[in-house]
C-alpha cells in the first residue's frame, strides 16, 4: 500500500475543472461541427444558416452545461458508494490498483493514456476519461508520490 485515502466532493469538482479543458478543446468543437454538418446535409440548410446554426447550439451548450454537469456530479458523489469509502492505492510493475471495501479496480500502464496534476490531484486518465482520481493527501511519503509520477510519466 503506497496511499490510503477517501475521495471528497471537492476532489470531484478540481478533477471535472481539470476535464473541462478536454471538453471545450475536443468534444464541443466536435458536436458544433457535427452539428454545422447535419444542418447542412440532412436538413438542407446553407452554410450559412447552418453556421449560425452551429454558433447559437455552441453558445447554448456553454450556458446550460456547466449546472447540468454540477448536478449530475453532486448526485454521482451521493450514491456512489466507493466515495464515501477508504480507498487503498498500490501499484507494481502491472499497474494500478485501487481497492475499498466494495470495489476494486485495476489500471495496466499501458492503459494509462496520459495523466495530470494539479495542486491537490493526481488524474490518471484512460482514454479520454479520467480513469483515476488520486489525492495527493493520500500519499504516505513524498517519496512514493515522486516514485507514481515517474511511473505514470514513463507509461503515458
Not at 457535427?34 to 444558416?49: C, E, K, N, P, T
Not at 490518471?124 to 504516505?140: D, E, H, N, T, Y
Request: proline share 5%; no cysteine.
Amino acid at each position: 500500500m503506497r496511499a490510503s485515502y477517501q475521495i471528497d466532493y471537492e476532489d470531484l469538482l478540481e478533477a471535472q475543472k481539470a476535464g473541462r479543458r478536454l471538453f471545450w478543446l475536443v468534444i464541443a468543437p466536435s458536436m458544433g461541427a457535427f452539428f454545422l454538418l447535419g444542418s447542412h446535409f440532412l436538413m438542407g440548410q446553407s452554410w450559412r444558416s447552418a453556421s449560425i446554426s452551429g454558433v447559437v447550439f455552441g453558445l447554448v451548450s456553454a450556458v446550460l452545461m456547466p449546472p447540468f454537469m454540477q448536478k449530475a456530479l453532486r448526485k454521482q458523489y451521493e450514491t456512489d458508494p466507493s466515495f464515501q469509502e477508504r480507498q487503498e492505492l498500490a501499484w507494481s510493475d502491472d499497474g494500478i490498483k485501487v481497492s475499498g471495501p466494495s470495489s476494486v479496480r485495476q489500471l495496466a500502464w499501458s492503459e494509462i493514456r496520459r495523466w495530470r496534476e494539479t495542486e491537490r490531484l493526481i488524474i490518471v486518465m484512460k482514454l479520454a476519461q479520467p480513469g483515476l482520481i488520486i489525492p495527493k493527501r493520500g500519499f504516505f511519503s513524498p517519496d512514493d508520490l515522486a516514485e507514481l509520477k515517474r511511473r505514470l510519466s514513463d507509461a503515458a
